[in-house]
């Protein structure tokens, strides 16, 4: 069983910088594919980020790509979200979310944090 604690999410100015984190716990976390994943009420949830166990890959949405990264280290079971040039369209509940096999950004995940929110304001 693998707990996941999302921390660092706050309000921030449109154009700033903030980074979140994903805190594991309970298992081996350097052999899970770590995924972040936003929702604002009222829409579907969307994929933001994914890092697999082998940090070379890593995904990413298009809509977050050159301003969004995703890191994680091994050694602390944290992963991390950097996000800069951030837009009002960013502002949602940010989740992270393990997987122990890969089969893509997309389908199931094994286990889900509580996640943390990030607000925009212009």
């Known amino acids: 069983q693998v707990q996941l604690v999302e921390s660092g999410g706050r309000s921030v100015q449109a154009g700033g910088s903030l980074k979140v984190s994903c805190a594991a716990s309970g298992g081996t976390f350097s052999r899970y594919a770590i995924a972040w994943l936003r929702q604002d009420p009222g829409k579907e949830r969307e994929f933001v980020a994914a890092?697999?166990?082998?940090?070379?890959?890593?995904y990413y949405a298009d809509s977050v790509k050159g301003r969004i990264t995703i890191s994680r280290d091994n050694a602390k079971n944290t992963v991390y979200l950097q996000m800069n040039s951030l837009k009002s369209e960013d502002a949602a509940f940010y989740y992270c979310?393990?997987?122990?096999?890969?089969?893509?950004?997309?389908?199931?995940?094994?286990?889900w944090g509580q996640g943390t929110q990030v607000t925009v304001s212009s």
């Open positions: 890092i697999r166990w082998c940090v070379l890959y890593t």
């Open positions: 979310a393990a997987k122990l096999k890969w089969d893509g950004t997309s389908g199931e995940y094994d286990y």
